[in-house]
């Protein structure tokens, strides 16, 4: 690590317009990651606008403020209402929620918070550390390699989603095949344009994404939306006890490193983060018959480890511009839109703009503690706001979003499109984030492809020329066969968890 | 059931023109390589989806009952509208069009004074926050 560069991002982050932006950014961030149903994917995308015209390094440091504030606020609402933000916060609802019944709320607050502190915090140091020796050692990949890559990536995310994995290939190869209209780079061929100049450049995969996210989840959301309940409840003092806090310590140190190294990991993310975070803590604790009851440990140790997720998942998509999830995808999406391109050259030709966002991270997460203790009253009324009239207003975030890409009205019928294709993939239970991924690294992927067969003249033999390609190749097919060992693990675990519940029904 | 059983056809089916779709030379292999598998896996998901025939899709019956199916039209509809006319009227007027129709219609004409004070607010924020601070030049 050297020093100087550290230094220097240091001085940019620490810039009064900067510290700014990561303070709006991790209140809206938490605002929006607060409202059910919507996450830091939705988050992001419908807040990308408002970085169009700032300066890269800015705009970074405001996406990943965006970003991990919507993780924060994610566990808001699970906590208060029991309703995921997104995936990540599940794990917050089993001890969240139930100690919020308890009277308890303002406590739990404050310790996912400190343990969402606490975990970001760790694992922005193992970013410190980790990135730029992966960086350097992604330099020496070759066309053949990211390929690989990219398939390993698009194969662990399909993988991850446990027991659909057959939509989840449909929902990636309709991303690749999305990826392929518009010129082609290498020949200039037009492809699957349908005579339409519009779609010459390809399709913008913001507004695919803008589409699904912002306008798909609205939509969706309109499914229950009579029904959504309303419930009031007391706070009151936002802070832990000592007791309470000498039992989430353990938890909450261990559960960081936990999640940062899943969050490294192509495909996987907060949720499995949190839920790997909740189980290891639970099988680990005295007092398991406690957990799900509004047990302290278990609030804090999921909460710990999908924020430091979500620290570890800028790392791939920072040193090798291959994002793991589908926030990072929607990032990534936004940082080449802002001319910047993450992968390895990022270090060498940028290090201020990297080490300006590791030092935002820090600065980031102070902040969010502090808005998530100190302003959780006006959160709290936020979360009040009806539905009803939050979701127009995303629905208008999204149209304008849209229009500032291209300033073509054109591209609004493309956001309903895809906003009415979102909601069927939620309705018919597609994975989204497969598809997002796709479309993201599709275009890349082909060209690397395509390059990795000229440069060996035509044989496909050059997949597995090298120690590294081979490697992938083997992960690729490992990733594959996951679901086949998670079924294996659930089904051990659900005999135990309905021992545990005949248990507990006559005990 | 019925959406169900023409959606997965209709996947299915997208996929069949594709397969011949494309160039010659080298732009062919990858998006015909990817049909293949596409056609591959709708099939895999076809018959998959045949066999749960029987079972109900809860969220399909939601998305045709009730309020659901006209808020979802509408709200697409008044985004068409939109489109339409954002150029014509201009980004304050239509947007606080658009955004007071969807609140009307959603939220309820009971709620009528929110509905204005939300429309008119965040517009006129909106319109302020992207063209003066950011620089976005809007119709």
């Known amino acids: ?507 | 059931m019925l959406i169900l059983y023409s959606i997965t056809f209709l996947i299915a089916s997208f996929n069949l023109p594709k397969a011949n779709l494309g160039n010659p030379n080298a732009p062919m292999y990858f998006p015909a390589g990817l049909s293949i598998f596409m056609l591959l896996f709708s099939l895999i998901y076809f018959i998959q989806e045949l066999k749960n025939l029987d079972k109900d899709n809860e969220y399909i019956r939601q998305i045709i009952t009730g309020r659901t199916p006209k808020l979802i039209g509408f709200t697409i509809l008044f985004g068409v509208v939109y489109a339409f006319v954002f150029n014509i009227l201009g980004f304050l007027v239509s947007t606080v069009l658009y955004l007071g129709a969807l609140l009307f219609y959603i939220n309820g004409r009971k709620k009528w004074l929110v509905n204005i004070v939300v429309t008119l607010s965040f517009s006129i924020i909106s319109w302020y926050a992207f063209s003066e601070l950011l620089g976005v030049s809007l119709p």
């Not at chain 1, 996912?112 to 140091?125: D, L, N, Y």
């Not at chain 1, 229950?224 to 353990?250: A, H, L, P, T």
Request: hydrophobic content about 50%; charged content about 10%.
């Open chain 1, 1 to 507: 690590m050297d020093i100087n560069s550290f230094m220097d991002g240091l001085s940019i982050a620490l810039q009064p317009v900067n510290i700014m932006w990561i303070v709006i950014g991790g209140f809206l961030g938490t605002v929006v990651g607060m409202l059910p149903g919507l996450g830091p994917a939705t988050a992001v995308a419908v807040l990308i606008p408002i970085t169009f015209s700032m300066n890269p390094v800015s705009a970074i440091i405001l996406m990943a403020a965006i970003y991990y504030g919507a993780m924060y606020g994610g566990s808001r609402s699970s906590i208060l209402l029991n309703t995921p933000g997104d995936g990540s916060a599940i794990a917050a609802t089993f001890d969240g929620y139930p100690m919020a019944q308890k009277g308890q709320a303002g406590p739990a607050l404050a310790i996912s918070a400190v343990a969402s502190f606490i975990g970001g915090i760790m694992a922005v140091f193992g970013f410190l550390f980790l990135a730029e020796p992966l960086a350097n050692f992604a330099l020496k990949f070759g066309p053949a390699e990211y390929f690989l890559l990219m398939l390993l990536t698009l194969s662990a995310i399909v993988a991850l989603s446990v027991g659909k994995m057959v939509k989840g290939f449909l929902a990636m190869m309709i991303g690749l095949a999305l990826a392929t209209v518009g010129i082609d780079t290498q020949t200039g061929v037009y492809r699957f344009t349908m005579g339409i100049p519009h779609f010459s450049d390809g399709i913008d995969f913001l507004i695919v994404i803008i589409g699904v996210y912002a306008i798909g989840e609205v939509l969706y959301n309109f499914l229950n939306i009579d029904q959504q309940k309303k419930e009031k409840k007391k706070v009151g003092k936002v802070w832990f006890s000592k007791d309470q806090w000498k039992r989430s310590k353990w938890p909450i140190i261990r559960s960081g490193p936990i999640g940062f190294l899943i969050g490294v990991l192509p495909g996987a993310g907060g949720t499995i983060a949190s839920m790997i975070g909740y189980t290891t803590q639970k099988q680990l604790a005295k007092n398991p018959e406690e957990y799900g009851e509004g047990a302290v440990e278990g609030l804090a140790a999921p909460e710990s480890s999908n924020n430091a997720a979500s620290v570890g998942a800028m790392i791939p998509l920072l040193t090798m511009g291959i994002p793991g999830s589908g926030t990072t995808a929607v990032m990534l999406g936004a940082l080449i839109m802002l001319g910047l391109r993450p992968g390895p050259l990022l270090f060498e030709q940028q290090p201020d703009t990297v080490w300006a966002l590791i030092n935002s991270m820090f600065i980031g997460n102070i902040a969010l503690v502090i808005i998530n203790i100190l302003l959780v009253g006006l959160l709290v009324k936020i979360l009040d706001t009806p539905a009803k009239v939050l979701y127009p207003i995303i629905v208008l975030l999204a149209f304008i979003g849209t229009y500032t890409l291209s300033y073509s009205t054109i591209d609004f019928f493309l956001l309903l499109i895809f906003g009415v294709f979102g909601l069927f993939m939620k309705v018919l239970d597609f994975p989204i984030a497969p598809l997002v991924l796709a479309l993201i690294v599709g275009a890349d992927m082909e060209q690397n492809f395509r390059m990795a067969v000229l440069s060996s003249s035509g044989s496909l033999g050059i997949f597995f020329s090298s120690g590294v390609s081979i490697a992938l190749m083997i992960l690729t097919i490992l990733s594959l066969c996951y679901p086949l060992i998670i079924k294996l693990v659930n089904k051990k675990r659900n005999n135990k968890n309905s021992a545990e519940e005949k248990f507990t029904k006559t005990s």
